[in-house]
């Protein structure tokens, strides 16, 4: 296993094939993990609060025999599902918590916790889709390469299935992929965010990838 440390994390967004933006936020490290059962995954917000492992939560798992995620690809669908699931619980007790807070504390940071605090749940989970997903895997493969940041097909030589984006560099680990994403330092409006949280996708595709640049490492979510 191969480990890559202090690594910036950057994001870009792409909604209908049409704009991107990216920031350079905080710094972490980065690992890859095996293939397990969706089972076997840990809650990664559990450690936030016991109230996370309610059943009502099962519903947001990735459903069994998408063997073709890795396990953070799993877990950045089943966080974004919990997240739009019940909003107010991830305010209190992921949001509100001070460590949290004091590693992603900026000015966006204070308007995803408005945009949250009026975010209404959402009980219709992501689906993981193959073909959206080898969308996002063949450009985050292509753009791990050639060490590409960006939307363009025409580099990656990609086709593409899907009506939002978004790409982040810099950490393979869910949490962290999607803060990066929500909070969209930097960013404004964040793009990413709104993505993100919109209703008008039921489709996700995730894929992780290593990435020939100082990031290490590029994760692209398609959505559709």
């Known amino acids: 296993m191969k480990i890559y440390?202090?690594?910036?994390?950057?994001s870009l967004?792409?909604?209908?094939?049409?704009?991107?933006?990216?920031?350079?936020?905080?710094i972490y490290d980065v690992k890859f993990k095996k293939i397990s059962d969706v089972d076997s995954i840990i809650n990664p917000l559990a450690k936030y609060s016991s109230k996370w492992n309610d059943k009502k939560f099962k519903s947001c798992k990735p459903i069994e025999g998408n063997d073709y995620l890795n396990d953070e690809e799993k877990k950045v669908i089943w966080v974004l599902n919990m997240i739009r699931l019940d909003p107010q619980l991830f305010l209190k007790t992921v949001l509100?918590?001070?460590?949290?807070?004091?590693?992603?504390?900026?000015?966006?940071y204070y308007t995803l916790i408005a945009d949250i605090k009026k975010l209404m749940p959402d009980?219709?989970?992501?689906?993981p889709d193959y073909k959206v997903?080898?969308?996002?895997?063949?450009h985050a493969i292509q753009s791990g390469v050639k060490g590409y940041?960006?939307?363009?097909?025409?580099?990656?030589?990609?086709?593409?299935?899907?009506?939002?984006?978004?790409c982040e560099y810099g950490s393979n680990n869910a949490f962290d992929i999607l803060m990066d994403l929500l909070v969209d330092k930097g960013i404004n409006p964040p793009g990413h965010r709104k993505v993100c949280l919109s209703a008008k996708y039921?489709?996700?595709g995730v894929s992780i990838q290593?990435?020939?640049?100082?990031?290490?490492?590029?994760?692209?979510?398609?959505?559709?």
Do not use: Q
């Not at 967004?13 to 905080?26: P, R």
């Not at 009980?123 to 689906?127: G, L, Q, R």
């Not at 030589?157 to 984006?165: L, P």
């Open 96 to 108: 509100l918590n001070p460590e949290v807070t004091s590693i992603w504390k900026c000015p966006n």
């Open 133 to 138: 997903f080898e969308s996002a895997r063949c």
């Open 123 to 127: 009980s219709t989970p992501f689906i």
């Open 5 to 10: 440390n202090r690594i910036l994390f950057i």
């Open 149 to 166: 940041l960006g939307h363009d097909r025409n580099i990656s030589n990609c086709t593409d299935d899907f009506f939002g984006e978004c």
């Open 210 to 224: 290593p990435h020939k640049s100082i990031y290490r490492v590029n994760t692209v979510m398609d959505f559709k």
């Open 202 to 204: 039921n489709k996700l």
């Open 13 to 26: 967004v792409l909604i209908n094939n049409v704009s991107f933006a990216f920031c350079i936020t905080d």
